[in-house]
């Protein structure tokens, strides 16, 4: 058993103690020497899951005291899905969403940030990609990449997909530009003007942009901040309306940062085969797991009805534009589509990212890259134990965002305006739905280090959401 195991352990059995109240508000927690001796683990180890916790806010160290049950240590409430379920409607994407683009501020308060020098992963993946574009030979700038993409790349995806239990061959993945572009070829390859699109609610905005380009109708499906889409729901709006395919990220979605039970992705398949219904799959977040990267929902996949679409934009670099799609009865009309709306893709760029994860320097960027990101989460969640009024927050185990449920009373696009006076960008709940629905939410991103500007900004939201 790893000392990394064991920490989380004595962690999850401390929290689980203070939750059920074993030791109360204020109340002293067993020193490290009793246990180090009570649960034979290294003082290290102990001292490891007790700084954990502290820096989440539930205990607090007191010099020559020990450790105590923090004041602040109870958890935010998890959101409650309140939303409804209503007739299909054409798609209309609000302007803000382009406002919020324009400003670089997608996934994070602050527009702009020079976040310093980058990471060890980018650094390599840089040297990566200059290595390949030196390779190249005289006559390569003159021709065109295949229409699947490079094969290098692709096999190295069908080895991380074999890792998390779908047993892929190269010529089922196809290279496109970035996770919405596969979104769209799979959307275009599986839906016609008109057709009725189900979607989660709250869900990817992204997703509802296309769905507007394609003049495609829409119909909301609730979520769970736990466990994703609502697969009742999903059935009632199967049994009243034609639904032609659904858009699902079942690995923290996006913006409740949910993950889909096995036996909920085994009823979604049932749900498809039974309705004639496609699965559009947006995998995108998987690899920022904190732990073992979930399995997709193709894995369970025996039909071919799920589309599989992702990219490196979260796990590695939104620079890159360079995504994936595994399209499965439409794989043909997928590569057709490919050759129309992008004909080709960067061949020293796909062959630079195959040698980066060939290396072994992938995995070795989404290890430091999965503590991080867990640890950004604790102090995002921590730090908004000190606000002063009631809110609820998700507390997803992988993805780049909490999802924030505040009193009825807040407006989030009213308050997106005040902010925005103080350079600060927020992320509305409106945003993630076509309805009008969660004016009282936001999305907020723990995806970056804790600089004072980031800081700074969080310190302020209280002012903007604070209850009327």
Partial sequence: MTSEFLYRELEKWLLQGIQEQRWR????????????????????????????????????????????????????????????????????????????????????????????????????????????????????????????????????????????????????????????????????????RGDIVAVESPGFYGSLQLLEQLDLQVVEIPTSTETGIDVDALEEALKRWKITACILSPAFATPSGASMPTAAKRRILALAEEYDLTIIEDDIYADTAFGTAPDPLKALDSKDRVILCSSFSKSLSRDLRLGWIAGARWHTRILHLKLITQLASSRYLQQGVADFMEQGDFAAHLRRQRSELRKYRDQLIAHMRSWSFDLRVSQPEGGLAVWVELPESVDTLTAYAKALKDEIVITPGPLFSTSGQFRNCLRISFAHAWDDSRVRALNRLPEYLKPT
């Fill in 25 to 192: 508000l204020g109340e002293r927690l067993p020193s490290i020497r009793t246990l180090c001796r009570e649960r034979k683990l290294s003082k290290a180890t102990v001292q490891h899951a007790l700084q954990r916790l502290e820096a989440q806010g539930l205990v607090e160290s007191r010099p020559k005291a020990g450790y105590f049950v923090s004041s602040r240590s109870e958890a935010p409430q998890k959101p409650v899905s309140r939303a409804r379920t209503k007739a299909p409607q054409p798609v209309t994407v609000s302007e803000l969403l382009l406002d919020i683009m324009r400003r670089s501020a997608a996934f994070d308060l602050v527009p702009d940030v020079n976040a310093g020098e980058p990471p060890p992963g980018i650094v390599a993946l840089n040297r990566s990609i200059g290595r390949s574009l030196r390779r190249q030979r005289g006559g390569d700038y003159q021709y065109y990449d295949e229409p699947t993409g490079n094969l290098a790349l692709r096999e190295q995806l069908t080895l991380q997909y074999t890792r998390r239990g779908w047993t892929a061959a190269p010529d089922e993945l196809c290279i496109t530009s970035g996770c919405q572009h596969a979104l769209f070829l799979a959307l275009m390859a599986s839906c016609e």
